[in-house]
């Protein structure tokens, strides 16, 4: 058995953090896994300097919309097989990196926003619906999951800084949250909870106005989930909160396998 350690950031553009020099931190880091959302570029638009650490392979699944969305995914661990999970991102958005290796499944996703209209919202509830459903699937299978990224939801009042002011926001609308409760009823294991228990004032999104981020009005949206098999495989989750180049900042998850 050995540790391996998974890193997701939702970067709001990977040009954009290169030029803020906003990754070279992944140079002192031992990392197996890096997962980046957000990414708004191809793959031969992303820097050659954004570190100089070299992973064994990187996937980029970009969105057919230039400049929005897009997942990349670096990794030192050899890859079986590696999708892009088309019967869920079924836009073609660039929100799913789904990469095999040994007797399991990591996710990388960039799940969709529904604040911008109604149509969006009930977007995003069908890719939530068909995401849980391919999963479970690979579970019955015999799978173990492993699922990060920018969920684009705070799960309960202790995730986000302002509960009440935001009850008919998307991102904490009761259906959005409830969604998150089936994907717990089913057996996936929210590890930062399972670390920290009920921690409050750990946030890992801050909007750019009203100094949010310097006062700590935030949401955790961004998230490691693992199925039940992994549960006793969990070493440490947490928020890497100290680092800026995005509205986000990263997780970090550690298992033993």
Known sequence: MKNLTFISWNVNGIRAV?????LKWI?????????LQEIK??????PKTIFAKEFKELHVNSSSKKGQSGVALFSDVKSLHVETSKNIDILDEGRINEYHFENIV???VYFPNGQRNEERLEYKMAFYDRF???IEVLKKEGKSIVICGDVN???TEIDIARPKANENTSGFLKMEREWIDKLLSYGYIDTFRHIHGDLKDKYSWWSYRANARANNVGWRIDYFYVSEDLKDKIVDADILDDVLGSDHCPIILTLKV
Do not use: P, S
């Open 18 to 22: 290169d030029k803020k020099e906003a």
């Open 153 to 155: 939801t705070a799960h």
């Open 106 to 108: 990591f996710f990388n």
């Open 27 to 35: 140079d002192e880091k031992d990392v197996d896994f890096l997962a």
């Open 41 to 46: 570029a191809e793959a031969k638009q992303i």
């Open 132 to 134: 849980l459903e391919h």
